[in-house]
């Protein structure tokens, strides 16, 4: 099992920054993807980024110079620093992990909030 602990959600002017923190634990294997997916009231959950235990990243196209999606893998923690922030950015943000080696099991964060909003 693995077991993903959330945190740096808020309520944030337009313009404005916030980091989201993940933090992983129990079973992560030795390979894995980690991430962030938001949903927000009416509509489905959509990726935001994504980035494996190699270092290689994959960005939503509404948040491509905007968010920056990194991790220590010695802690199993990933991070979204998110700048400029827009209204439409609004949403609950979820961590997300993949893991790359057998079993390939997936598992999800509680989620935590983020409102941009003046």
């Known amino acids: 099992q693995v ?7 808020g309520l944030v002017q337009p313009g404005g920054s916030l ?8 079973s992560t294997g030795s390979s894995n993807a ?10 489905q959950r959509e990726l935001v980024a994504t980035i494996t235990s190699g270092g290689t990243t994959n960005y939503a196209d ?3 110079g905007r968010f920056t999606i990194s991790r220590d893998n010695a802690e199993n ?3 979204l620093q998110m700048n400029s922030l827009k209204p ?6 979820y961590c997300n992990l993949r893991r790359l ?3 390939r099991n997936e598992y999800w964060g509680q989620g935590t909030q983020v409102t941009v909003s003046s």
């Open 3 to 9: 077991q993903l602990v959330e945190s740096g959600g």
């Open 19 to 26: 980091r989201l923190s993940c933090a992983a634990s129990g």
């Open 34 to 43: 980690m991430g962030w997916y938001r949903q927000a009231p009416g509509t």
């Open 62 to 64: 509404s948040v491509k």
């Open 77 to 79: 923690t990933v991070y």
């Open 88 to 93: 439409e950015d609004t949403a609950v943000y």
């Open 101 to 103: 080696v057998f079993p």
